[in-house]
């Protein structure tokens, strides 16, 4: 029991910053906040989720540098304060408030849910929520952690979800920094993880990264690629491309492995972008994932994140028209904590049972296709994604 939470500290101690992301939030249009419009941020381009710490260089947090996707508005040169947000680009005729269906009537808002770590919290509050609302989702369990405390999932518990519809995918043994071991313990970590989940009647074809560590190493993608069809990394930016030709400064015109060169591509099977629900912004740790922010970090409150949450799962609106799915959300949450308000946590992982209800009810409300990670699949002729 915490009789000042950390989050109301550190909410008094940024009522300026509330005050202009209030500010913000309510003198900007519904319709063009529920967009990805771009500001300018350390010479990179992110998503209107990520701009709202304005103050961070997101290099630090996930490894990946310049990451940016075509169609966006040119961000402001030299600027990375609010001030410095341009209208989004949107195509002719699409609206950020359009229900996503096509003039043929086709649903084109699709979203995969991810719950990464192997929490039991995860089971005890997150699942009874896709229950009411009818969704699967992927869990990408750490088999070594599995059964070992009160905090993690048992194996029964693995086992419910499967026969639930469940989608259960492989995140590590022990949840190593993969870039730090040799080709043995790789090989243990990765491999031994598809082992471990087959001894469990389990058969694992996708992979996170722990830490989003290693997707850019051929080592460990070479280590991957033995033993899973695809993989999964995190950049920050919400949506994944299925023909790998989004990326702005890594121009791709497909999903290939290795470009003429011999390189690992930017985006492949082996590295599918998605976006870990954060709502703290700002330099984390490195030695934690999701963790604790460190430095000039920005705290949001439910509602804050939840129009956060609507402008990520939007994003996909414009890549996606005519009916047919270029980009998908893949969004990724970890811990779940019972306080009032998210703001409440110190972690910014942590997710509360009342923000992840809004969030699948905004799903549900509003026509999004809820689908896992096991309905991706990879076309090997054309070097591209395909949803199943
Ligand atoms: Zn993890």
Request: proline content about 5%; glycine content about 6%.
């Amino acid at each position: 029991m915490q009789l000042l939470p950390s989050g109301v500290v550190k909410i008094i101690s940024n009522i300026p910053i509330i005050i202009v992301l209030a500010t913000l939030i309510f003198s900007t249009p519904i319709a063009a906040y529920s967009q990805s419009f771009i500001v300018s941020n350390h010479h990179q381009q992110f998503p209107i989720s990520q701009v709202v710490s304005f103050a961070k260089d997101k290099s630090k947090t996930t490894g990946v540098k310049g990451i940016e996707h075509k169609g966006t508005a040119k961000p402001s040169k030299g600027s990375h304060h609010l001030s410095s947000i341009t209208p989004p680009l949107l195509p002719a005729g699409i609206s950020t408030t359009t229900s996503g269906i096509s003039s043929n009537g086709s649903n084109s808002k699709v979203v995969i849910i991810n719950f990464d770590d192997s929490f039991k919290n995860q089971v005890l509050y997150a699942k009874p929520i896709l229950d009411k609302y009818g969704f699967k989702a992927t869990f990408f369990e750490v088999c070594g952690w599995i059964g070992k405390s009160s905090e993690r999932k048992s194996w029964q518990d693995i086992a419910a979800l499967q026969q639930d519809g469940m989608n259960i995918e492989s995140h590590t043994m022990i949840h190593p920094h993969l870039n730090t071991l040799s080709p043995i313990e790789l090989n243990s970590e990765i491999g031994g993880a598809k082992q471990c989940f087959l001894d469990h009647g389990i058969n694992p074809t996708i992979f996170a990264y722990p830490y989003s560590e290693g997707w850019n190493n051929p080592a460990v993608v070479s280590t991957v690629a033995r033993y899973y069809s695809l993989a999964r990394t995190d950049t920050g930016f919400p949506v994944t491309f299925l023909h790998c030709d989004g990326w702005k400064t890594h121009p791709q015109t497909d999903c290939r492995t290795y470009s003429s060169d011999g390189k690992l591509t930017f985006a492949n099977r082996y590295s599918i972008k998605s976006w870990t629900h954060r709502h703290i912004d700002g330099p984390y740790s490195s030695s934690q994932e999701g963790s604790v922010c460190a430095g000039v970090c920005h705290s949001y409150d439910n509602s804050q994140m939840l129009q956060v949450f609507i402008a990520d799962v939007n994003s996909q609106l414009k890549f996606n028209q005519g009916g047919i799915i270029r980009a998908i959300p893949i969004v990724i949450y970890h811990n779940f904590v019972t306080y009032p308000d998210v703001s409440f946590s110190k972690d910014a992982a942590d997710t509360t049972i009342n923000l992840f209800d809004q969030e699948m009810k905004y799903l549900h409300d509003n026509g999004f296709r809820v689908l896992t990670m096991a309905n991706l699949g990879f076309d090997t002729s054309t070097n591209s994604f395909y949803i199943k």
